[in-house]
Structures are given as structure tokens and as C-alpha cells.
Nanobody
Framework: QVQLVESGGGLVQAGGSLRLSCAAS????????MGWYRQAPGKQRELVAT???????NYADSVKGRFTISRDSAKKTVFLQMNSLKSDDTAVYYC????????????????WGQGTQVTVSS
């Protein structure tokens, strides 16, 4: 069973920084990518950033230059460093894992963390 444990959310003033962490555990054979999504009240969940098994990264336009995604492959952990936070960044942030759990897996399945609240005050 795959589990994702998130930490690092909280309340911060505009212009401040937070660092989110997400550690994956359980039966994981191969990881395709890991990433972060967020969902604000009344809005649809949106992609924030992803990092592939080769280290390639992808960011939403709204966070480019402010957020940095990184990983510790050996520990199956992904991080999101969030700088220059704005009120628009307020949302529940979800860790995402795309992985196979068996050697004979045909496709990568999606796994999600429980979400961590990030609130940016002005």
C-alpha cells in the first residue's frame, strides 16, 4: 500500500516563505514523476509543479520564479520551496505520485497525499 505523508503547511504573511515536504512509502516499483497540486476554495485543483524521474521540472506560470520543486530520490521525497508568497497562493496543497507498484505494471497510477493547508495573509 502506497502512502504519502506531507508536512510544512501553515500560516505565513505575504512575501514570506514555506517549504513543503512529501515522503512516499510502501510498495513502489518505479516512479514516473512526483508533484504538487493545489486547490483554493471554489476553484478546481490545479498543477503547481512536477519533477520527473530524470529530474526534469515543470511549473505553473503563476509560480515560476517563486517556487522550486526538488527531490531526494533515495528517500522518495519531494519538496516544494515557496518564496515570495502571495495571497493568491492560499490553498490546500496536495502531493502527487505517479508510479507502478509491481514489476509487471503496465501503467503508472496516481496516488495523493491528504493535503496540507497553506494560508498567506496580507
Amino acid at each position: 500500500q502506497v502512502q504519502l505523508v506531507e508536512s510544512g503547511g501553515g500560516l505565513v504573511q505575504a512575501g514570506g516563505s514555506l517549504r513543503l515536504s512529501c515522503a512516499a512509502s510502501g510498495t513502489i516499483f518505479a516512479i514516473n514523476d512526483m508533484g504538487w497540486y493545489r486547490q483554493a476554495p471554489g476553484k478546481q485543483r490545479e498543477l503547481v509543479a512536477t519533477i520527473t524521474n530524470r529530474g526534469g521540472t515543470n511549473y505553473a506560470d503563476s509560480v515560476k520564479g517563486r517556487f522550486t520543486i526538488s527531490r531526494d530520490s533515495a528517500k522518495k521525497t519531494v519538496f516544494l520551496q515557496m518564496n515570495s508568497l502571495k495571497s493568491d497562493d492560499t490553498a490546500v496543497y496536495y502531493c502527487n505520485l505517479r508510479a507502478t507498484t509491481t514489476a509487471w505494471g503496465i501503467k503508472f497510477d496516481d496516488y495523493w497525499g491528504q493535503g496540507t493547508q497553506v494560508t498567506v495573509s496580507s
